[in-house]
């Protein structure tokens, strides 16, 4: 079946750095990648996607590429904030015969100190 | 626009019970699907209804049941609560029933604690 394997946390940085959270995937069929981001008490945000192989996905200073060749799409950031402390999972969803359903990885905890 | 919403937030019930869970997906969003969240097991699929159809199915026991209305508003349903139902219950609307990279917006959640 689907699945997505993402490094355990949690994951402490000063504020100011680098950020990677690693993120492997294995699919029945061609997936589109995404990461999602959860603050505490709330539901879950889309924080950027890929649809296919070599497509980089970026919003708020976050990026992954999609690499076909390693099943993976890790997130980057280059300067952490304490406004990014959250929880950050990575998931798949099908192009065909999935409909909408996310196969999430198991979440990655940040935690930015000043 | 206004976001998914769910009812209620906060559930507490005890073992036996039945509940029922509550989604109004964003306006004009006609695919909902909904995402059981715990410590233990994470993120996990329960099913998801386009058209007041069910299109996809989790791997849950019969207990847990959904439906979804004209209006796309969605409910879900778990009949005689075990202990290991305690989870955030997520529900998520997207624009269009096609797969892939569809955008899902999530609700808040509502939080069910068994007893």
């Known amino acids: 079946g689907d699945s997505v394997t993402q490094m355990e946390g949690p994951v402490t940085l000063s504020e100011e750095a680098f950020l990677t959270i690693n993120c492997t995937y294995t699919a029945t069929g061609y997936p589109s990648l995404f990461w999602y981001v959860q603050y505490p008490g709330e539901g879950l945000q889309l924080l950027l996607k890929?649809?296919?192989?070599?497509d980089k996905g970026s919003n708020k200073g976050f990026e992954a590429t999609y690499r076909k060749e390693t099943t993976s799409f890790h997130l980057e950031k280059g300067s952490v904030q304490v406004s990014d402390s959250a929880v950050y999972f990575c998931?798949?969803?099908?192009?065909?015969?999935?409909?909408?359903?996310?196969?999430f990885g198991t979440g990655t905890q940040l935690k930015v100190e000043l | 626009k206004a976001g998914v919403t769910q009812t209620p937030r906060y559930l507490i019930k005890t073992r036996g019970q039945q509940v029922t869970l509550s989604c109004s997906p964003i306006s004009g969003h006609r695919s909902v699907s909904w995402y059981q969240q715990t410590p233990g097991q994470g993120l996990q699929f329960l099913f998801e209804?386009?058209?007041?159809?069910?299109?996809n199915k989790g791997n849950f026991p019969g207990r847990f049941s959904g439906r979804q209305f004209s209006n796309s508003r969605s409910e879900m349903n778990v009949s005689t609560l075990e202990l290991g139902d305690s989870a955030l219950y997520l529900c998520?609307?997207?624009?269009?029933?096609?797969?892939?990279?569809?955008?899902?917006?999530f609700g808040p959640g509502t939080r069910l604690t068994v007893l």
């Open positions: 998520a609307s997207s624009l269009s029933p096609a797969g892939g990279g569809n955008e899902q917006f």
């Open positions: 890929a649809t296919k192989a070599d």
């Open positions: 998931a798949l969803s099908l192009l065909t015969g999935g409909g909408n359903k996310l196969t």
């Open positions: 209804y386009f058209s007041e159809t069910q299109r």
